[in-house]
């Protein structure tokens, strides 16, 4: 599971744990506090969890991640594309490089856990493959073009893996969010409050959930149910579809 250090991540490996998967806890962060939190998940579902601070924006780091898990775990069944980064700029000033990482982590690090992973799946004849996209891997958004770019290459790799592998016993869905409320949206609604001076509730109304007709924040909870969902066997016939949990966002 691919950057399981916070926010989104840290709750699909909280509720993965909690159903009884041993899940390989990956993101970047401090070595000190990622091996404290480790502990943590593990002491609280009684699971095997294993620590990973592969940087997966490098293809060998990737491979690397994969060979290892499969090695610790002594498998991989699952397989949870969710660390994600985020450049916001009009494309004539967008950094070339900013726009390489998000390529590198968004998308090029999905198909590198998926093409390390699937050979192992197949053998076992079972497997789910889950890329945490966005509502931007359906539709665009101003200032977005590396995101929206990417993710909209991740729902199309999802469908194409999908296909591939429809008769194996594996299966490949993107999850597709709208907003979450996550701690650097937190930190935008604050700067947008303080720039504007208006009162928090009219900034996540009117300008951060201005596209999401709920005008409710997506909650964490909601995403790893759905991720607990696709990987019963109640979901096994829900494949190369890109589901969006967005509020009515995209229904528009
Ligand atoms: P976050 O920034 O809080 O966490 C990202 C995780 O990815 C962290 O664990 C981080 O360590 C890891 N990561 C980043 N770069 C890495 C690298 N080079 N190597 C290894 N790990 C790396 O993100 P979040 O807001 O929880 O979002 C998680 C996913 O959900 C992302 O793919 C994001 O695009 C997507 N998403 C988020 C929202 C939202 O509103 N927050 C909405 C839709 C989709």
């Known amino acids: 599971m691919t950057g399981s250090t916070r926010e989104i991540g840290w709750g699909i490996a909280q509720a993965l744990a909690k159903e009884g998967v041993q899940v390989i806890f990956h993101g970047l962060g401090e070595a000190e506090e990622l091996e404290r939190q480790r502990r943590t998940l593990a002491e609280s579902s009684g699971v095997n969890v294993g620590l990973h601070q592969a940087d997966i924006s490098q293809a060998a780091d990737v491979a690397r ?39 590198g982590i968004n998308l090029n690090a999905s198909f590198h856990t998926a093409r390390a992973a699937i050979p192992e799946m197949k053998r076992r004849g079972w497997g ?54 996550t701690a650097l949206v937190d930190a935008q609604i604050e700067s947008q409050a303080q720039a504007h001076s208006l009162p928090r509730e009219k900034v996540i109304r009117d300008i951060i959930l201005a596209a999401q007709p709920t005008k409710r924040f997506v909650g964490v909870e909601e995403i790893a149910a759905l991720v607990i969902f696709l990987c019963g066997d109640h979901a096994r016939s829900i494949t190369g579809a890109a589901i969006p949990i967005d509020g009515g966002w995209t229904a528009r």
């Not at 090695?71 to 009009?90: F, T």
Request: one cysteine or more; a negative charge.
């Open 65 to 103: 991640l994969v060979e290892d898990t499969q090695r610790a775990m002594g498998g991989l069944d699952i397989l949870v594309n969710n660390a994600g980064i985020q450049h916001v700029s009009p494309v004539e000033d967008f950094p070339a490089e900013r726009w390489d990482a998000i390529q």
């Open 128 to 181: 789910r493959i889950l890329n945490i996209a966005s509502a931007h891997g359906l539709v665009a958004s101003p200032f977005k073009s590396a995101y929206v770019a990417a993710k909209h290459g991740q729902v199309g790799l999802t469908k194409t893996i999908a296909l591939e592998l429809a008769e194996t016993g594996i299966t490949c869905n993107a999850i597709c969010p709208g907003y979450v409320q």
